[in-house]
């Protein structure tokens, strides 16, 4: 799970996790606060901002927000398209959730949701054929 508030924006060489939400450690921009500041150095965006619940936690994040985290995962996969699902998840339980439908080489298309929940399915997407190993 992400924090629904994180923009993914650089991937980081941090080997230390294995499973991770996004599928690798990322630097990015946290979006909690209107101007977008840039999030609060690398250990805050490896424990708060790639791994979500940071609810009384992150001085930025909403004590009011609808969701805590995101989670993603491969629903379906083809010779066209891979369908992405997302949880939008609060006090971990489901919240929302839906499928994303991205086609290789030209990006997402079905997809009814923010920005921001498609750049971070993009790089969970990324991270995914980055490591999926040819048939």
Same mark, same amino acid.
């Given at each position: 799970?992400?924090? $629904?508030?994180?923009? $993914?924006?650089?991937?980081?060489?941090?080997?230390?996790? %294995?499973?991770? $939400?996004?599928?690798? %450690?990322?630097?990015?921009?946290?979006?909690?606060?209107?101007?977008?500041?840039?999030?609060?150095? !690398?250990?805050?965006?490896?424990?708060?901002?790639?791994?979500?619940?940071?609810?009384?936690?992150?001085?930025?994040?909403?004590?009011?927000? !609808?969701?805590?985290?995101?989670?993603?995962?491969?629903?379906?996969?083809?010779? %066209?398209?891979?369908?992405?699902?997302?949880?939008?998840?609060?006090?971990?339980? !489901?919240?929302?959730?839906?499928?994303?439908?991205?086609? $290789?080489?030209?990006?997402?298309?079905?997809?009814?949701?923010?920005?921001?929940?498609?750049?971070?399915?993009?790089?969970?997407?990324?991270?995914?054929?980055?490591?999926?190993?040819?048939?």
């Amino acid at each position: 799970m992400a924090c $629904p508030y994180f923009e $993914p924006v650089a991937r980081l060489q941090d080997r230390r996790w %294995t499973r991770l $939400p996004l599928g690798d %450690t990322y630097e990015g921009v946290c979006h909690a606060s209107s101007r977008g500041a840039p999030s609060s150095g !690398p250990a805050l965006s490896r424990d708060l901002c790639n791994l979500g619940y940071a609810r009384g936690h992150c001085s930025r994040f909403p004590l009011d927000a !609808p969701a805590d985290a995101v989670r993603f995962s491969i629903y379906h996969e083809d010779t %066209t398209s891979i369908s992405i699902q997302f949880i939008l998840e609060k006090e971990y339980f !489901p919240l929302e959730h839906g499928l994303l439908k991205f086609a $290789p080489g030209a990006g997402f298309f079905q997809a009814n949701c923010s920005d921001l929940l498609l750049k971070q399915a993009g790089a969970f997407v990324d991270n995914y054929l980055r490591r999926k190993v040819p048939v």
